[in-house]
DNA sequence: CATATGTGCAACCGATGGTTGCCCATTCGG
DNA sequence: CCGAATGGGCAACCATCGGTTGCACATATG
C-alpha cells in the first residue's frame, strides 16, 4: 500500500523551471543549455545545472558536437516519469474513492 | 499549450516527506504533528513545517480540540492536485506521440 | 498544585535553486 | 593566421527549504 515512488525520478520532476525545460525539449527536440535560458527566466548557468540533474536521472542525454552540447529528451524514461505520477495520482484517488464510500454507509447507517 | 500548472500546489505534494504524511492521514483519517511524527522518520517539529505548508495550499484543515490539533485532508483539494499530476502527464504522453508518430513519418518517407 | 504531554518559536545546519564573475575552447571573419 | 565573438565550465556567493535541537508555553491529569 506503500506509494514506493522513485524519489529521486520524482524531484527531478518535481521542480517547475525543470518541468519547462522538458516542455521546451520536447516542442523543440532538443537544445542546448544557452538556448534553453533563451526560452526561460532563468540563466544559463541555472539551466545547466538543471541539465546536470535531468541527465543524472537519465531524463535527458547530451550530444557534444563541436563547441556545442546538444540535450534531448529521452523518451522512454520521461515515459516512466508520467507512470510514476499516474500511479500516486491513482493511489490518492483510490484512497478518496474509499473515504467516500465509508462516509456514504456511514450515512446510510444514521439515517436507517 | 503550456502546462499552467500551480506550482503552489504542485510543489506541495512534490516533497516526499509531504507525500507520506498525506498517505497517513488518508490512512488514519486524520491527526496531530505528534502522532504523525511517530509514523515518519522525521521530528514533530518538521512534521509541523509540513503541516503549515500543507494547509497553506489548502490541502489540509485544522481544528483545535483542547490542546491538541488535529489536520485532516481536504479531499476537494487532493482531487484538484491528483487531476493537476494528470494534466502535466497527459501533456508529456501527448508529446511523447506526436514526436513517436513524426519520427515515423520521416521513416516512411527514407524508405519510400 | 505539580507534573506530564501537545504545540509553538527560534537558532542553527546542509542541500539546492539561483545569481554574478571569470576562464577555457571553438568557431568565424579580416 | 590571429583576434574577436560565442558556447560552455567552474567557483563564490546568497536565499530558501527541509531537517534538527532546545526551550518556553498551554492544557490535561494525578
Known amino acids: 500500500m ?7 525520478l ?3 520532476v518535481g521542480d517547475p523551471t525543470r ?3 522538458l516542455d521546451v ?3 523543440d527536440g ?3 543549455a ?3 535560458s533563451g526560452q526561460l527566466p532563468v540563466t544559463r548557468q541555472a539551466v545547466a545545472k538543471h541539465l546536470g540533474v535531468l541527465q543524472r536521472v537519465g531524463l535527458v542525454h547530451v550530444t557534444p558536437s563541436g563547441r556545442e552540447r546538444r ?3 529521452d523518451e522512454a524514461q520521461l515515459a516512466r516519469a508520467v507512470a510514476q505520477l499516474s500511479a500516486v495520482g491513482a493511489t490518492w ?3 478518496l474513492q474509499r473515504i467516500k464510500r465509508i462516509a456514504e454507509a456511514i450515512q446510510r447507517g444514521q439515517e436507517g
Not at 506503500?2 to 529521486?8: F, I, K, L, P, Y
Open 2 to 8: 506503500n506509494v514506493t515512488v522513485d524519489d529521486e
Open 30 to 32: 532538443g537544445g542546448t
Open 34 to 36: 544557452t538556448t534553453l
Open 93 to 95: 484517488d483510490a484512497r
Open 71 to 73: 540535450y534531448e529528451v
Open 19 to 21: 518541468r519547462r525545460m
Open 25 to 27: 525539449l520536447l516542442a
Open 10 to 12: 520524482w524531484s527531478a
